[in-house]
């Protein structure tokens, strides 16, 4: 079985990675990956076949003064890709769907994202962000990513698409990322629009909802809907206002 191992690090003294890694090899683990996932945390990927090794490696870990067990599970994708790229994706503590990003992560923003859309059956995915953050250009680097093509049910990314009837058969498939600007949606659509949105929530393909603050207020849709919501800022102290965004949207109709 696979694991994610992490401890924190109490007392940084030399060779103490050494020690773990010595401890890890004589209770019979193999370190497949190691990397520091922040500055006072370590974490590993380790295979093994036998339950005892895991619970005598909790004990012992115990009994070290200068580390705390921090994880000793099986691996989930955030694990992955702090191992990947250094450090954790950071989660909401108020919406624990909701994972954030700033612009000098888009590398791991597009590997996260893209890991998601590589997943079988339907993914509805929200992005959060201001105009020109780079939402758009995001969910193309992960569909790239992912080996999917896209598919613009609604954007602003050139000029304004608005898509009143299902694309063609040979533009429905599972291999492609279907993208729902959530302000032009609703503040652009006709009733033909409309229908064609609810067609391509039920496909069985991966769905990316720019704006899914709007959508929610502006539909019959509620959060349950969402998979995951991810938000990206230009960074960690700007906030994701829609007020005079919508304000603005409202009046593309006048």
């Known amino acids: 079985m696979e694991l994610y191992f992490q401890y924190r690090i109490r007392r940084n003294r030399p060779g103490l990675l050494g020690d773990i890694a010595s401890l890890l090899g004589m209770l019979g683990f193999n370190i497949m990956q190691l990397a520091s996932v922040s500055e006072h945390r370590r974490g590993f990927l380790l295979l093994t076949d036998r339950q005892d090794s895991i619970e005598a490696l909790k004990i012992m870990l115990g009994s070290i003064e200068d580390v705390e067990l921090d994880a000793l599970r099986?691996?989930?994708?955030?694990?992955?890709?702090?191992?990947?790229?250094?450090?954790?994706?950071?989660?909401?503590?108020?919406e624990t769907k909701t994972y954030r990003f700033v612009r000098d992560e888009l590398g791991v923003l597009v590997d996260f994202m893209g890991e998601l859309l590589k997943r079988p059956g339907r993914q509805v995915i929200g992005l959060r962000g201001q105009p020109r953050v780079g939402k758009t250009e995001s969910i193309v680097a992960a569909s790239v990513y992912a080996n999917k093509r896209w598919f613009f049910v609604s954007s602003t990314l050139l000029k304004q698409t608005i898509l009143r009837s299902l694309p063609p058969d040979d533009f429905i498939s599972d291999q492609f990322v279907y993208i729902i600007d959530g302000a032009v949606s609703s503040f652009r659509g006709d009733e033909g629009h409309q229908r064609c949105v609810d067609d391509v929530l039920r496909f069985s393909a991966p769905i990316v909802i720019e704006h899914p603050d709007i959508f929610v207020r502006h539909s019959r849709y509620n959060w349950d809907l969402f998979d995951y919501v991810i938000e990206l800022r230009r960074d960690p102290d700007e906030e994701i206002q829609y007020d005079q965004y919508e304000r603005e949207a409202a009046r593309w109709n006048e």
């Open 74 to 94: 099986t691996p989930a994708l955030r694990d992955r890709l702090a191992l990947r790229h250094g450090r954790f994706i950071e989660r909401s503590d108020s």
